[in-house]
């Protein structure tokens, strides 16, 4: 509702965490951070073949990213806390922009590796103020669901678009419209307080440690970065295994592009079914499946087969990381336990592309990460069913899906 501020009428209040243009901060934010890495087959493919990198390189550069968006988790446990909010991110945008316009240009991989590892630093520090705004919004289910969608959304758009340019512009193309869609979006820090508004705060009051949780902690946290490993390694290389495959850049644009929206109705999955028929049943069915979507991708699949696997591999992907989330909150409803799992999806997600790398180039083929990963699912399943809290049914219930963004 617009207020009167002095005789003027304003269109929003920045102290209202509800507020729209909260909201659009947290969703537009996210996802023009995380579009490149849900680009990832393409822009590993495209890298790649513009650079000469090799699998190993290419899986560092990606893992320098990916690392960084996790470590940005830990400054910003400060840097919330202590200075205005706007002022710092203008600043981390302003970087994010320079960046990825730098990065165009950038020709030496040292050199790109290095400015990659500052813009993601940046982006990441983004990424984790938007989550903890959206903790603190009145709906969290919805505002978390749209964090996510958002960034699903915008990496659909980038692996269908982006790749038909990369003949003719190169992988300069991505990293401009990054550059330009934070330059579209960064006014919108006019919506966030200007106030300190996370110094101070605590834990919820009513945490209570379930019964051998530091155990049941570490499994989790162990699960979850199995879980992100063996994902991570896989997504990144979905192109290179649709090359290898002889199925052209395009066609595997194409459905990658489609297997990401799919993503979405896996998010939408489980939060239509909670914990219903049970937690351990919808881990046990989304891990089976996604097990079988990383198997279907051995040998040399074709484009029927490789589809059914990308498809199937996304929606599994976005199906059982509610339920992971669920399990952790379920041990620790304070949120320090899922603040931890941050880093394991971030460590995750960095690990997956560098060991990716390493076991594609020693075996010459992607049969071993395949391989690799199908056993880090498995671990992952087996891990996460034993760190359940026995109060599960209850609990899952209600938060199976507000932490699934975290």
């Known amino acids: 509702m617009p207020q009167l501020l002095d005789g003027r009428r304003v269109a929003f209040d920045s102290t209202d965490p509800n507020s729209t243009g909260r909201v659009a901060v947290i969703v537009l934010f996210s996802a023009v951070v995380a579009m490149l890495l849900l680009m990832a087959p393409a822009a590993a493919s495209q890298l790649q073949l513009q650079l000469a990198l090799s699998p190993s390189q290419t899986g560092d550069l990606f893992a320098a990213e990916l690392g960084a968006m996790s470590i940005a988790s830990i ?186 929206v799919l993503g979405i109705a896996g998010s939408v999955g489980a939060t239509v079914l909670g914990a219903r028929p049970s937690t351990r049943i919808n881990l046990l069915v989304g891990y089976l499946a996604m097990t079988l979507s990383v198997a279907l991708l051995a040998g040399i699949p074709g484009v029927l087969r490789f589809t059914v696997a990308a498809l199937l591999f996304k929606f599994t992907w976005t199906f059982i990381l509610p339920y992971l989330m669920a399990t952790l909150s379920g041990l620790d409803r304070s949120g320090q336990l899922v603040n931890l799992a941050n880093l394991s999806i971030g460590g995750g997600f960095a690990l997956g592309p560098l060991m990716g790398g390493r076991l594609v180039e020693s075996a010459g083929g992607y049969g071993t990460l395949i391989a690799v990963s199908v056993a880090g699912l498995v671990l992952s399943l087996v891990l996460i069913l034993v760190a359940q809290p026995q109060r599960t049914a209850a609990a899952n219930s209600t938060v199976a899906v507000s932490h699934m963004a975290e």
């Not at 994902?231 to 002889?246: N, P």
Request: glycine share 12%.
């Open 75 to 260: 400054p910003a446990l400060w840097w919330m806390k202590k200075y205005n909010l706007r002022s710092m991110s203008t600043i981390f945008g302003t970087i994010f922009i320079i960046g990825n316009i730098g990065s165009a240009y950038i020709g030496d991989y040292g050199t790109l590796v290095a400015v990659r590892f500052l813009t993601s630093l940046a982006g990441g520090s983004l990424m984790v103020l938007c989550m903890s705004l959206a903790a603190q919004t009145r709906d969290r289910n919805r505002v978390y669901g749209l964090w996510l969608m958002g960034q699903l959304c915008f990496g659909a758009i980038g692996l269908a678009v982006l790749p038909k340019f990369f003949g003719t512009f190169g992988i300069g193309i991505a990293y401009w419209v990054l550059a330009i869609l934070m330059i579209v979006v960064l006014p919108l820090v006019r919506f966030l307080p200007q106030r300190n508004i996370f110094a101070g705060r605590a834990g919820d009051e009513d945490s209570v440690p379930t019964p051998n949780y530091a155990l049941r902690a570490t499994l989790g946290l162990i699960a979850l970065l199995a879980f992100y490993v063996s994902l991570s390694g896989i997504w990144t290389f979905l192109g290179g295994i649709a090359g290898a495959s002889m199925i052209d850049n395009e066609t595997s644009s194409v459905i990658l592009s489609i297997a990401t």
